[in-house]
């Protein structure tokens, strides 16, 4: 990410990132020399789930399609938890996470699965999309935003 990006997170506090790249999160927290607001360095178990379900045929094999909708709440409840604790100033959404095999994957919607997020999200503003990255930024924060 630019100078820019870890400029406007540092001027705004704890950041969490929602991506399956290590890249994209910690190095951004250390170069805005902010805190880190989620457990993990990247989102691992979802590719894992997404690309399960996407090629598997769940009516045949149930039970292992119901194993990956349990890691996937586990993924889920895990960013909930950080979230709810940590309160990031601003959470960045990675718009092209890899390994995940479909083309459309959308952060925001997977992570709606779980109410919760839904009502977290209710207190950040989209801040800055770039091709890659949308940030969303804390309403309590949004007025010391930089536009």
């Known amino acids: 990410m630019a100078t820019y990006y870890s400029d406007f997170v540092a001027k705004h506090g704890t950041v969490s990132v929602l991506t399956t790249h290590v890249s994209a999160g910690p190095p951004l927290a250390l170069a805005a020399d902010v805190t880190w607001g989620i457990r993990h360095s990247s989102q691992w178990l979802v590719p894992g789930v997404v690309n399960g379900l996407l090629n598997s045929d769940c009516e045949v094999q149930s039970e292992y399609c119901e194993r990956l909708r349990k890691i996937g709440e586990i993924a889920r409840d895990d960013v909930v938890l950080d979230i709810q604790q ?6 960045v959404v990675d718009k092209r996470s890899g390994y995940i095999n479909t083309p459309d994957f959308n952060w ?13 999200m209710d207190s950040y503003v989209l801040e800055k999309s770039t091709g ?3 940030f969303y930024l804390r309403l309590s924060d949004e007025n010391s935003a930089p536009h």
């Open 132 to 134: 890659r990255f949308d």
């Open 86 to 91: 940590f309160t990031p100033s601003v959470i």
């Open 108 to 120: 925001i919607s997977f992570m709606e699965q779980d109410n919760r997020f839904s009502l977290i």
